[in-house]
C-alpha cells in the first residue's frame, strides 16, 4: 500500500490530533517499569504524574528538567479524542496516522495494540476500525524510544561507565555517531482520517516527461479492490481542466504545458503545480504533482533538458524550545530566507523533513536533495545485514513518501559513511541499486565525508558525487590560503578517475556571531567570510566545467550533543538559531543573487 498525504475531499475527512497531550517517562533503574505496570491499560495519569507536552514538538526543550532533556529510553504520551457517528451511518474507513515520532514507536488504541514503528523521520499509520470506540471517549497511547543502537538510522551506541565504582548505579550515556541534538517525541501531527470503508485509493505514482512545449504524465492508482474503476483529471492552477484519462494507469499529454522550474530557472511561474484528480469509485483524492524530468551526464545536471546549478544550503529541522517538532511559522520563514538569500536548492541533511517543508519546496519551486537518515554509517555493526534490511526499509518509505514530488531531484542514501571499508560496497552497491529499483527517474547519490577518490569504495554506484570539504577548518585551521589549492587538486582528483558532476555539499566554519577579529580568526564573523570567499573562488572556477552544485554548511545554527568542540551547538550557520543573518549571511546573498542574474537569462 501507499502513503499517500492525508487529504479531505467529497469522500474523506480528516480529524487532527494535534494540541497538549499528557506526558510521562519511564524513569524507572531498568527503564522497562513501565511495560511492566502495563501503562498502556489506563489513562496515564492514574499510572503517576504526568505533564502537558506539545505535539508536535520534541520534548527535550519544553521543561527545566535537565534529567528529561537529557532522556534515553521510553516515554509515553496520551490524549482522548471522540470518534463522529457519522463515521459510522457513512461507513467509512478510519485511519491513525503519525507523520513522524523519534524513534521507536508503539501505539494502543483503548488499551489495545495498534501498530509499531521503527525510525525516526518517515510517517506510519494503521486502520483503527476495530478498536474505535462510538459509544463513549477514545484514547491514544504512544510510547515512544529514542535509544540509538548500532542497526538504527542514525546509529548510535550505549556506553556504561567503565569503573562502575566511579559512576553513579545504572549509569550509561547515548553515544552519537553524528554532530546533532537527537531531539525526540511527536515531531510532527498526528490525524484520524477516512476514506470509503472498501473501495478506496491507496497509493498513486505520477512520472512525467516532457516533448518539446508539452507535458507527458504518467499514472498509475492502486486501489484496495481491482479492477478498479476510475478517472482522472489532470488540473493546473486556475483549476481548469487540461487532461483526462479513464483507468488506473495511463498517459496523459498535457500540451503547452507549464512546466515545474526552480525559481532561479525562470521568472514566471516558478514551482508550477498541477493536480492530479482521482476519482475511483465513490472515492476521491487530488494528487499535487510537477512536470518536469531530471537527468544527468558526465558534467551536468539537467532540470528539463537545460543545466541547472545549485547554489543552496544545507538545513537541519532545528529551533528553539520545538526542538525538530513541526512549526508552519518557521517553514514560511525559512522559506522566506532561502529567497533572500537566493538560494535554489536544499540538501534534507541528514534525516527526511516534514511533508509540509516539501509541499513549500515544491511549490516555491526549491530543488531538494531528499536524505534518509543514514547518517553516521562507520562501524563494521553499522554495514551489516540486520542495519542493511532496516536501510533498505527506510529508502522504500522515504520514495513512497516523496516519490511525486517535482522538488525533489535526487535521493541520497547517506551522509559520511566510513566508504573506504570493504563492507561499506556491497552494502552500499545494496542500498542504492535498490533505490533505483524504487524509482528510476531520479540520481542516486551518497555524501562523501573527506575520503579520497582512490580509497572511496561507492563512488562507482551513485549518478553524482557529493563531497564534504572542510580545508582550513578540520584541517589546516585557520589557513585559507591553502583552500583554493587544496579543493582544485581535490576536484580534479575526483574527476579524473570518476567523469561524473560533482555537487559540494559541505563548507563551513563555526562562528559565534557577534565575535569579530581583524585580521580574521576562528570562530569570528570575519573568518568565516574570508573562509567561504576562498571556496567561492575554486567554484567559479569549476561551475564551467564539471562543479554542479554547492552548498554552505549551514543554513543555520544547530543543536547538537555537549562536546568540548561545540559552544551551545554547531555555530557553521550563515543565520543564527534564531534565523538573523552573520556577516556570512550577506556575503552568501550577495552572491546567490548575482548567481540568479547569470543563471536566470540561460
Ligand atoms: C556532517 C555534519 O553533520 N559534516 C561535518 C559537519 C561539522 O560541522 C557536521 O555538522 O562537523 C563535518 C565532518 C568533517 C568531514 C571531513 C573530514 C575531514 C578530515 C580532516
Redesign the pocket.
Known sequence: PGMLYPRDSESRQIKHLDGMWNFRADKSSARNASFEEKWFTQPLHKTGPVIPMPVPSSFNDITQDKSLRDFVGWVWYDTEFYAPMDWITLKKRVVLRFDSAHYYSIVWLNSEHLMEHNGGHLPFEAEVNNLLNYGGVNRVTIAINNTLTPHTLPPGTIEYGADKGRYPPGFFKQILQ???FNYAGIHRSVKLYTTPFTHYISDITIVTDVAGSNGIVKYTVIGDQSPMDCKVEVIDMDGFIVGRQNGSQGQITVTNANFWWPYTMTAEKPGYMYTLKVHAWDDFYRQPFGIRVVKVTDKQLLINNRPFYCHGVAKHEDSDIRGKGLDFALIAKDFNLLKWLGANCFRT??YPYAEEIMDQADRQGIAVIDESPG?GIKTVANMNNVSLAHHLEVMGELVRRDKNRPSVIMWSVA??PASSRDEARPYFKAVIEHTRSLDNTRPVTYVN??VGPTSDKVVEYVDVICL???YAW??DCGYIDVIPYQLKSDLNDWNALHKKPVIIT?Y?A?TVVGLHQEPSFIFTEEYQVDFMSQYHKVFDEFRKDFLVGEMV??FADFM?DQQINRVVG?R?GVLTRQRQPKMSGHLLRERYQKLINGTNSG
Open positions: 553524528f554532530d546533532f541533511s541528514h547518517v551522509n559520511e565525508g573527506g564534504n570539504h572542510y578540520y584541517s559541505e563551513g563555526d554548511w549551514n547538537t554547531n557553521k
